[in-house]
């Protein structure tokens, strides 16, 4: 997965949904994910990228890298 690719799965991680997916419901997680993210205001999606780019850099998954 690029960089990019990735920073952009955590930032839709991180607007969420927040809860759980019920049992038995005909969305997915990642269906959720892109409806959350299609809901949230550039400002929210902003915060959410640069705390991706954040968490990208943080040492694990530095070691991750290699």
């Not at 991180?14 to 809860?19: D, K, V, Y």
């Amino acid at each position: 997965m690029a960089e990019s690719e990735a920073t952009a799965a955590i930032a839709r991680c991180i607007i969420g949904p927040r809860l759980p997916v019920p049992a038995g419901s005909s969305y997915t997680l990642e269906a959720l994910r892109e409806c959350c993210w299609g809901m949230a205001s550039d400002s929210e999606r902003h915060d959410a990228l640069n705390a991706a780019e954040a968490i990208l850099r943080l040492p694990i998954f530095k070691s991750l890298e290699r």
